[in-house]
């Protein structure tokens, strides 16, 4: 068994014998156009059925909701004024100036993020309003709550560092689901696989949902992985929002893309989960969000239930003893 | 909002009114200034969230799985009972306990396999081993229980039956294996009824997870006088002395361990034990177990009080398990209960100088 919290290897933890990187994506929402195609490549190439019927949230142009056992990859859009844009712009500034440990060697941009209280702060695009899209997907923690407390193995490590379900094995008890600190695995109760096209197929059975009854989500395409290929999303993305690549290059990446929109004066841009000594011991999907996480939906400060396991065990523990106790002493305390 | 050019001599917006919990006027944190009470050492940070949307999911969970809370709790007990009267000749006591952890138990075991997405795949449970998961570790500990009881069960209803069950030769086995029956489901008693606290404690749902210190107290002090409370019920008052302690001993542990608990934990996460459908369960929870207690200490050597305090501490119990698994499901169904007190202890963590451990960071 690996360590339950902290930096490490999760494939090595895992035993995985070969010596294969880490893979990830890097979520870049400052590109994201909001298209959707990774929303739709992830349900073409995974087969997940439709969830919902089709209606209008209310929430700008999403209208998927959240992520769930059908829906792997959501876009989520926020609709912001010019005033929260300038709050965002202080709480990134606040970020930087907080003085981050960095971890590795120092990349190349970074003189530029040192001297931010000079940098030029007019907005570079619209001032008084802005969109922020950003497609949200499984974490691939390094510590997963759901993998942590599956007690069946059916979710598992794979040799890429990802995290996936074993669909003939899960039996649906559904403690990943409230495991997860991301909100991401779901139980898939039902959904439609296809709609009726015509008059006499309304009235037709349904074809029946895969998977029902089954805990789902992202596998980081674990099929498309094995054949060398880039996941579904990433290969669909047209504007290389989603990056997919070794984790070490991902968190690269971000670093340095962080780096430059701080130095054109978006200070409001920032990494999330690219700290390997967060709750979670860093994620294997990095995202760079324009806003505090909790606007996107995100947990601000997630940690993995199973790092203070040791400590629920040792109080159960204590409280098994005063159980037995206490019914001890109901019956040496005198045969009255 | 308006756009009004006129707006910035508006005055001030009155900060965002904050959930207010109807009837409780008392607010745990308001900051006004005259020292009268503990100043928040850092500031509350406004609310925001994805369109209200919640953050984690709740675990799909229904209300069977709050039975088995309860029935394993009970049967837990029970067990327990059954080896007290087994080895200070209480044949009566024994009896009961033993029929009654054998039906909750398996109560309880088929509402767990009831509420899986997959019923057929129950056996999954025990393809592996895993410590990491409360559910594995606590799916073992119940087949070890069940098995005990069971033989110890099944030995008292061919007793009962005039040995009449059709065992054939291992009649001879059963009688020989009874008493270390009893006993091997007493030694897993009490991991039965403390595993479910870790199960909801290892969860990202907010007001379970800020519980995971006091939550197995609670669930054994619940568990030892919901059995008391069954014993009571079943068994003439000239056998059950020791259920009567164990069941005071229950209350009294019930009652000062939820009120550590909800004390100790994140007041934010504490709210949804307070309100709603949770809150009023486990105010009658409380009410109850007090109730049967006092009526334990006061009446319990009348056959009729005694089994009306039982029926009252079973009640209670049922009442604990079914709020705290509300009050969890609650609380991760809005945003507020997962986004406030991640960023309070983040806030609290940078103002006391502990910046590397976030998972936002500027660089």
């Keep these: 068994m690996g360590q339950l919290s902290g930096p490490t290897d999760p494939t090595a933890d895992a035993h995985w014998e070969h010596n294969h990187p880490r893979k990830g994506f890097f979520t870049d929402t400052s590109i994201c156009i909001g298209c959707k195609a990774c929303e739709v490549a992830c349900k073409e190439w995974n087969h997940n059925p439709q969830d919902g019927n089709l209606e209008l949230l209310g929430s700008s142009y999403d209208n998927t909701g959240a992520l769930g056992a059908s829906t792997w990859r959501h876009v989520a859009f926020i609709e912001q004024g010019q005033e929260r844009i300038i709050e965002a712009r202080e709480s990134g500034r606040a970020l930087v100036n907080l003085g981050m440990p960095r971890i590795g060697p120092p990349a190349q941009a970074a003189p530029a993020v040192t001297d931010l209280a000079e940098a030029d702060t007019t907005p570079p695009d619209t001032a008084d309003f802005r969109w922020l899209m950003s497609s949200d997907v499984c974490k691939h923690c390094t510590h997963a709550g759901c993998l942590d407390v599956c007690p069946t193995g059916a979710l598992f490590r794979t040799e890429f560092g990802t995290v996936v379900v074993q669909d003939d094995v899960c039996n649906g008890c559904g403690t990943c689901v409230a495991g997860c600190p ?11 696989v296809k709609v009726a096209t015509s008059r006499e197929e309304q009235h037709a059975k349904h074809p029946e949902v895969p998977n029902v009854g089954i805990a789902q989500k992202c596998t980081l395409c674990y099929d498309r992985l094995v054949a060398d290929e880039t996941p579904a999303c990433a290969k669909a993305c047209p504007t290389t929002s989603i990056k997919f690549g070794d984790h070490d290059d991902m968190v690269e990446t971000a670093r340095e893309r962080v780096a430059t929109l701080h130095a054109q004066g978006m200070t409001e841009a920032r990494l999330y989960g690219a700290n390997e000594n967060d709750g979670v011991g860093g994620t294997g999907s990095v995202f760079l969000l324009l806003d505090e996480p909790e606007v996107y939906g995100l947990p601000p400060d997630p940690r993995v239930p199973t790092a203070d396991l040791p400590q629920m065990y040792r109080r159960a523990g204590m409280a098994v003893a005063g159980m037995a106790a206490a019914a001890a002493l109901a019956f040496l305390g005198g045969r009255a | 909002m308006t756009l009004s050019e006129f707006d910035s001599f508006r005055p001030a917006e009155p900060a965002r009114r904050r959930r207010q919990d109807g009837k409780r006027g008392m607010r745990r944190r308001r900051d006004n200034g005259d020292g009268s009470r503990e100043m928040p050492m850092v500031p509350e940070p406004e609310f925001t969230s994805y369109y209200g949307r919640p953050v984690v999911k709740p675990a799909p969970w229904g209300d069977d799985v709050a039975i088995y809370l309860f029935l394993g709790g009970v049967a837990a007990g029970s ?34 396999v009831k509420d899986l997405g997959r019923p057929e795949r129950f056996l999954h449970m025990l393809r592996t081993f895993k410590v990491t998961s409360p559910m594995s570790v606590g799916s073992w500990i119940l087949s070890a229980f069940s098995a005990g009881a069971g033989v110890a069960a099944v030995a008292e209803i061919d007793r009962m039956s005039g040995n009449r069950l059709p065992l054939g030769p291992l009649r001879k086995v059963l009688q020989a294996v009874e008493g270390p029956a009893g006993v091997e489901a007493a030694l897993f008693a009490g991991p039965l009824a403390a595993y479910t606290a870790v199960l909801l404690g290892d969860t990202a749902t907010p007001t379970w997870n800020a519980a995971h210190e006091e939550l197995p107290f609670v669930f054994v002090s619940s568990a030892c006088l919901a059995s008391a409370g069954l014993a009571m019920v079943t068994t003439p008052v000239r056998e059950t002395g020791p259920a009567r302690k164990l069941a005071v001993l229950g209350v009294v542990g019930d009652v000062l361990a939820m009120k550590i608990m909800e004390r100790r934990m994140d007041p934010i996460a504490a709210e949804p034990l307070h309100q709603g459908k949770a809150g009023t369960m486990l105010k009658w929870s409380e009410r109850l177990a007090v109730a049967g207690g006092l009526g334990t200490l006061l009446g319990g050597r009348n056959r009729i009080a005694a089994a009306a305090s039982g029926v009252a501490l079973l009640a209670a119990s049922a009442l604990t398990r079914f709020g705290v698994f509300e009050a969890g499901l609650a609380s991760a169904k809005d945003p507020r209960y997962t986004i406030e007190p991640q960023k309070n202890r983040l806030a609290a963590r940078r103002a006391a100088g502990v910046t590397g451990d976030a998972i936002t960071t500027g660089s």
Excluded: K, Y
Aim: charged letters at 15%; a positive charge; glycine letters at 20%.
């Design chain 1, 182 to 192: 991301f909100g991401v695995i779901e139980r898939r109760s039902n959904g439609t």
């Design chain 2, 79 to 112: 067990a327990l009972l059954g080896l007290g009267g087994q080895l200070t000749g209480r044949p009566t006591l024994r009896r009961n306990a033993r029929l009654g952890a054998l039906t909750a138990v398996s109560g309880g075991a088929v509402a767990l």
